[in-house]
């Protein structure tokens, strides 16, 4: 007995009891579409952080200052880099890109008869674009001539365009902060919200000397953070350990002492989130793939079920010279069959299910937006894995069909 006519009369025997297949199926159908939505979504959050995180820049190190420390004590709040330290990095460490200085500022900002106070105010370098990979729709961006002239110059994003100048060209418009005129030099290009859903485009960069010397009034060189871009991602250990030797000898800091800096790696962060959406996505799966199991043991029931009733059945067919081998692979292609027809209605389902869960978060968060990812393979082998379920449960019945003595067979009623 061939495959072809194997599956045509298991089709049949299948066909006979349509409503009992169907509900033997709908344990498979459930764990194939359960597992599927579970895997999508948990993708789906990868690679949104995944796409954040490239967001924030190419290969970005963040390093962050500390206190000072005298003889083991902390002496407050005095911040412990420099736009200088910024300068040196760039100019010293072979794996280093570009670097940026970071000054953090807040206050309203004045157009017309407009005013708003923006999420992020910050004085930057000139290659603070470079390093957050952020290109600018018009316009140009501050120099070091600015720089160094502490130029009342900005750069602007999407929003700030929208909510001061609406529909009218920025460029060369003019923006009061603290009644200091700053002139719009560019425009930044739309980034959309973080993962968190803060707004990326409700910022105004402005040269790091003129938010030090003319908005905060300070007179010393300290910044916030420095902001670093490795060459590559290859670089971005190397790039570590160099701005960390690179500091260490211009702060002073001997071997055994505690540094008043920190070198942090945002792929590090990436790889954290990255390992945690993974392992949420597993143990959801996992928990998805128990209903699977219960789906397998409702082949098992409906098989042997099958099997005491087809008895007469199977003693003919021994009678007319069926091997025990034909019987037991006609059995176990239906048990097969019903975990693969349920498999490809469960990946189909799930599918359906992942695109409205992603629409459904899309439309009840603002600003970041879930993408969908829908897994070929995954659906390849969800069919796989729901066939190998058949194969495991449809064993042992269609075993003990293909055991029948012939005899007791055709007797039975």
Known sequence: MNLFVTLRIALRALGKNKMRAGLTVLGIVIGIASVTTMVSLGQSASRLVQTQFEQLGTNVIVVFPGARRN???????VMTLTANDSDTIASECPAVLATSPLIAFGGQVIHGNSNYNPREMYGVGPDYTVVRNWPLQSGGFFTEREITSAAKVCVIGQTIVARLFQTANPLGQTIRIKNIPFKVVGVLLKKGANMVGDDQDDIILMPYTTVRKRLVGSEFDNVNVVLVSARSLVDTRDAQGEITRLLEDRHHILPNEPRDFTVQDTTEIAGVFATITGTLTLMLATIAAISLLVGGVG?????LVSVTERTREIGIRMAVGARAG??????LVEAVLLSCIGGVIGFALGVGASTGLTMLINSVTSGTKWPLVISL????????????VGVFFGYYPARRASQLDPIDALRYE
Do not use: T
Request: aromatic letters at 6%; charged letters at 15%; a neutral charge.
């Open 377 to 388: 393979p995954a659906g390849i082998v969800a069919v796989l894995f729901a066939a190998a």
């Open 71 to 77: 003889e083991g004590v902390r002496s407050g709040n």
């Open 299 to 303: 082949i098992m029931n409906i098989m």
């Open 326 to 331: 034909d019987i037991l692979r006609q059995f």
